[in-house]
């Protein structure tokens, strides 16, 4: 009985919160989508800075070994960066013509298609990040949501809600990343929902290993945390810093503060219920 209240529990929060921030981000994407950049990367690095990364540092493992790892999760990500730039490289320099053979035809055209081809492949890796993050996350949330459950089913209850509300603002950031990098708005919800199903495994791995994988949830939190602040300080702010007006300008933090405040409070709500 317990692990079938944890499996409907952890599919309900980690899938159900994606198609509720599609729902409601749709609505908003076709209207505001440079405003959705901001919030998105305002939900990411709240995510990682008013959530995960308070709850990792609760544990008795120590700071410096929190830090080195989300230091070592950010050089990660920055070298999957490269290696996606380096073969997108390789690739362009053997199917490219005379675009590939050195640097005399290469105008100030040329110049713009490559850092064209450098931000739209950012952005590519940039989702892969995104996903990986989410993955890591969603198992977390499955071992939280199947703790909360062991310990009393009414608890669990109101973790599987918390977890829900608290990923629907993070989620319309994932697929605003997602939505620049897959070639159709269907093909990102779909993503977004298979990296959330991982929360059911969590649910069941935290089912049957509780004991051993407790210690562990610290870590992933700090992974998933690594991965989100990458993608938003690298991936979705350099495209919000170009030269606005001044109502630009306001209406871009506006949003920004809007995505960091939108989790920071549903996370706030999610931990006095916890």
């Not at 599609?22 to 405003?35: D, I, P």
């Amino acid at each position: 009985m317990t692990l079938i209240a944890i499996l409907l529990g952890t599919v309900a929060a980690g899938v159900g919160s994606v198609w509720l921030a599609a729902v409601l981000g749709m609505a908003m994407l076709a209207r505001f989508t440079q405003h959705m950049l901001s919030l998105a990367a305002g939900a990411l690095m709240a995510t990682a800075f008013m959530h995960l990364l308070p709850e990792a540092f609760e544990s008795q493992i120590e700071a410096h070994t929190l830090f080195g790892l989300l230091l070592g999760g950010l050089v990660f990500f920055f070298l999957l960066d490269k290696a996606e730039l380096w073969h997108h490289g390789h690739e362009h320099h053997h199917g490219g013509g005379a675009h590939g053979h050195g640097h005399a035809h290469e105008d100030t055209h040329g110049h713009d298609h490559h850092d064209h081809d450098r931000h739209d492949h950012g952005q590519r890796s940039g989702g892969w990040a995104v996903l990986a993050g989410d993955s890591v996350h969603a198992f977390g949330d499955g071992i939280l949501i199947a703790s909360a459950f062991v310990a009393d089913m009414r608890l669990g209850v109101v973790t599987a809600l918390a977890v829900l509300a608290h990923e629907v603002p993070h989620h319309m950031g994932d697929l605003v990343v997602l939505q620049q990098t897959s070639r159709t708005r269907r093909t990102a919800l779909i993503k977004v929902s298979l990296a959330g199903t991982v929360t059911a495994l969590g649910g069941m791995v935290g089912y049957f290993l509780l004991e051993p994988l407790h210690d562990y949830l610290p870590y992933f939190l700090v992974a998933a945390s690594s991965s989100f602040v990458y993608v938003a300080l690298a991936d979705l702010i350099p495209q919000l810093q170009k030269r606005l007006g001044l109502r630009e300008t306001v209406a871009q933090v506006a949003w920004l503060l809007t995505g960091i405040g939108l989790v920071s409070l549903v996370s706030g709500i999610a931990h006095s219920a916890h």
